[in-house]
């Protein structure tokens, strides 16, 4: 009886165990599926000539910085002012360099007054000397303190000139007519020296700074006469080419190349996105895919998005992304043209997930 208890006891917990593995498994395969919205990978340019995006930048731009330490003491400006030639923008105290101003024409005065001593005793002794009434060893005596008097009271004028330098670092101008841009510091804030305290540009001319693959490159030259689609207000201008970067070093593999535009009327402003079309046949592997950052997923130094499978199951695919336009992002590779991605859901995905397509 006790063997046969124990038998019955080991089948009673298969035949639970079996009941629950067949529960769950029940539950898994009716979990509703989670809505999501689903975007096709499209080639950002149907046109048969080669089309790179760009991004619009002032000519003339500065970001105006300080070599001072001290406490700012008054931004008279405002990002969107007109400003002109020589207006200042920021002023940073400078009670430090007034006190060795200050030091600086004292020591001028004391040199200034020890020379003309110094001149006067030259020109008697050379008087007297002429008259054989001193000796050498007199005269080169009164000449040696001349040039010593004269060189003292030129360097006190150069350290005064030096000061003066230092003063247009406290009080920091435009260097050209234009407009705020950016503003960085308020009164009363720390300025260190190579801090970016305020951008000034000159909005009257604008170029485009694109990049081109390196197996167009080769294609385009300076001079170069292009259309320039300007997506933000749906107008194209006319530009000419006038840099053309030989090296991708620092481009990540991309050749950087800038189009002046001409003058327009249109209402353009630095940052406005672009489609540079070149009038060069462009090469099937140069099309760019080009995703919404909303649907990147990021996992610590990886990037992917989830994609769509036959069976209508989410699938998460790494990719390698290049630069960012606006509120898209350029794929490199994982992600070729004409496939679906997720770009939002409902729930929280996962590889293998149901989906039901909105």
Not at 48 to 58: C, T
Not at 86 to 91: M, P, S, T
Not at 133 to 155: F, H, P
Not at 182 to 194: C, H, L, R
């Amino acid at each position: 009886m006790k063997k046969l208890y124990t038998i019955l006891s080991l089948s009673t917990a298969i035949l639970i165990a079996s009941c629950g593995s067949e529960d769950k498994k029940e539950v898994a395969d009716n979990s509703p599926a989670i809505p999501v919205k689903v975007a096709q990978v499209s080639d950002n340019n149907d046109s048969p000539f080669l089309a790179v995006s760009g991004k619009i930048q002032a000519e003339n731009s500065a970001n105006l910085s300080t070599r001072m330490m001290g406490y700012v003491n008054n931004v008279p400006v405002n990002v969107g002012d007109k400003v002109s030639k020589g207006q200042l923008l920021v002023a940073i105290n400078n009670a430090d360099l007034q006190a060795q101003k200050a030091q600086i024409n004292a020591n001028i005065t004391k040199a200034t007054a020890a020379f003309n001593n110094a001149k006067k005793d030259y020109e008697r002794f050379k008087s007297l000397f002429a008259q054989n009434s001193a000796s050498q060893k007199e005269m080169d005596d009164m000449t040696a303190n001349y040039e010593m008097a004269k060189a003292g009271l030129e360097a006190a004028k150069q350290m005064k000139n030096e000061i003066n330098a230092q003063f247009a670092y406290t009080n920091i101008t435009a260097p050209f007519s234009g407009v705020i841009t950016s503003k960085n510091v308020k009164k009363g804030d720390m300025a260190n020296p190579g801090q970016p305290l305020i951008s000034i540009e000159a909005p009257s001319d604008f170029e485009v700074v694109a990049m081109v693959p390196e197996t167009e490159i080769s294609e385009i030259k300076k001079d170069t006469k292009v259309s320039v689609n300007v997506k933000s207000i749906n107008q194209t201008i006319s530009g000419k080419v006038t840099e053309v970067s030989t090296s991708a070093a620092q481009t990540g593999g991309q050749y950087l190349v800038k189009i002046a535009l001409d003058k327009t009327d249109a209402k353009i402003l630095s940052g406005m996105f672009t489609t540079v079309q070149f009038p060069i046949e462009r090469k099937a592997e140069t099309s760019m895919v080009l995703i919404p950052k909303e649907a990147i997923v990021n996992n610590g130094q990886l990037s992917g998005v989830y994609t769509v499978s036959h069976s209508n199951t989410a699938i998460l695919r790494w990719l390698r992304l290049g630069r960012t336009f606006g509120n898209e992002v350029e794929v490199l590779s994982g992600l070729n043209a004409n496939e679906s991605y997720i770009v939002s859901a409902e729930g929280k995905l996962y590889n293998g997930a149901k989906i039901s397509k909105q």
